[in-house]
C-alpha cells in the first residue's frame, strides 16, 4: 500500500513526464481526452449537453435548469453557421426567467392581512386571481420593499379594472354606466374575530350600488348580486381616519413598530348605511383606494341625483 506522498511524487513525476512530451511534440499536437460517459446524467446536464445521456428526468432537477440556464445548441441554432466552424458545435447556455407560477391580476384582489386574524402584514402580503389561483404570502425584506411592490401591483389591477369597465360601458345606456368597481373586504356583523371580515366586490352602476361575491363577468351576473341599492338611499362615510400609506409606513419604520396592539387593525375603513337604517362596514387595502371610492360614490350620486332631479 503506497503512502501519501509517494502518491504526490507518482502524480509530479507524471505531471513532468507530459509537460516534457508536449514541449518536444512539435508545432501540432494531437491529444486524446477520455471521459466518463455517465457524467452528464450524475451532473444531471439539461438535455442537449454534451454525452449520451437523453435522461428526460434528469432536467428538471438539473443544477443549471434551475438556475435559468437552457442550453441553445440544437441543429436549428447552429445551421446558419458554418459547419466546419468549431463554434457551431459548441453548446450555448442562456438565461431565461424560469416562470413557476402565473397568476392573472384582471379582477384580482390583494390580502395584506394574516389568515385567521386582524394582525396586518408590514413586508407582505397575498395576490389572488379571481378563479381563486393565488401567489401564495409575498414576503420582502423590508417594509419599504413590500409598499412599493403592494402599490405597482395595485395599480396593475386597477388599470385592468378600468379596461373592464370600459368593455362593459360598451354595452350599456349612457344612464347606466359603470363608474368604480373592485374588491374591498366586508365587516360581518356579530362574527368572531377570526371571521370579522369577507372579501366583496362593489360597483357603482348607473342609479345602483351592487354588492358581489365574485365579480360580474357577464350582463347576467349584474341580476344576480348578493344586494342591489339605490344610490340615491344610501349614505357613504369615511369609517376612521386614515394616513396615507407612505406617512403611515415611514412613521412606523422610523418608530421601529413591528406590530400592533389595535383592536381593529383595518385603517382604511368606510361604511354606507342604506335606507333601511342598517350600515355596512368596508374595509380596503389601500389609502389610496379609499380616497377613490370615496371620490366615486360622490360622483355618482351627483349624476344620479341630477338626472331624477
Not at 370615496?294 to 360622483?299: L, T, Y
Request: aromatic fraction near 10%; hydrophobic fraction near 40%; charge should be negative.
Amino acid at each position: 500500500m503506497t503512502s501519501l506522498s509517494e502518491r504526490v511524487v507518482q502524480i509530479v513525476d507524471s505531471f513532468c513526464v507530459q509537460v516534457h512530451l508536449l514541449r518536444n511534440a512539435g508545432d501540432e499536437v494531437t491529444i486524446t481526452v477520455e471521459y466518463l460517459r455517465e457524467a452528464p446524467s450524475f451532473l444531471k446536464l439539461p438535455l442537449g449537453s454534451p454525452g449520451p445521456s437523453s435522461d428526460h428526468s434528469s432536467r428538471a432537477s438539473s443544477p443549471l435548469f434551475d438556475s435559468g440556464l437552457h442550453l441553445n445548441g440544437n441543429s436549428s441554432n447552429t445551421a446558419s453557421s458554418s459547419p466546419s466552424s468549431p463554434i457551431a458545435k459548441e453548446p450555448k447556455y442562456e438565461k431565461h426567467w424560469l416562470d413557476t407560477l402565473s397568476v392573472p391580476l384582471s379582477m384580482a384582489r390583494i390580502s395584506r392581512y394574516k389568515a385567521g386574524t386582524e394582525k396586518l402584514r408590514l413586508n407582505a402580503f397575498e395576490v389572488l386571481a379571481l378563479d381563486g389561483v393565488s401567489t401564495g404570502i409575498l414576503q420582502f425584506y423590508t417594509a419599504q420593499d413590500g409598499a412599493d411592490w403592494l402599490r405597482a401591483v395595485s395599480a396593475n389591477i386597477s388599470d385592468l379594472t378600468l379596461q373592464n369597465m370600459k368593455m362593459a360601458n360598451k354595452c350599456c345606456s349612457p344612464c347606466d354606466q359603470v363608474a368604480h368597481m373592485g374588491w374591498v373586504n366586508e365587516k360581518l356583523q356579530g362574527a368572531d374575530s377570526s371571521q370579522a371580515f369577507r372579501p366583496k366586490f362593489l360597483a357603482l352602476k348607473g342609479s345602483s350600488f351592487y354588492v358581489f361575491s365574485t365579480p360580474p363577468v357577464s350582463t347576467l351576473d349584474w341580476v344576480q348580486a348578493e344586494r342591489i341599492y339605490n344610490l340615491c338611499e344610501v349614505l357613504f362615510k369615511v369609517h376612521k381616519f386614515w394616513l396615507m400609506d407612505d406617512c403611515w409606513l415611514q412613521a412606523n419604520l422610523y418608530l421601529g413598530l413591528q406590530d400592533f396592539d389595535f383592536e381593529d387593525q383595518r385603517l382604511y375603513s368606510f361604511s354606507v348605511m342604506t335606507g333601511h337604517g342598517k350600515s355596512h362596514v368596508f374595509n380596503v387595502e389601500l389609502g389610496s383606494e379609499l380616497a377613490v371610492w370615496e371620490k366615486a360614490f360622490q360622483r355618482a350620486t351627483f349624476m344620479e341625483v341630477q338626472r331624477t332631479g
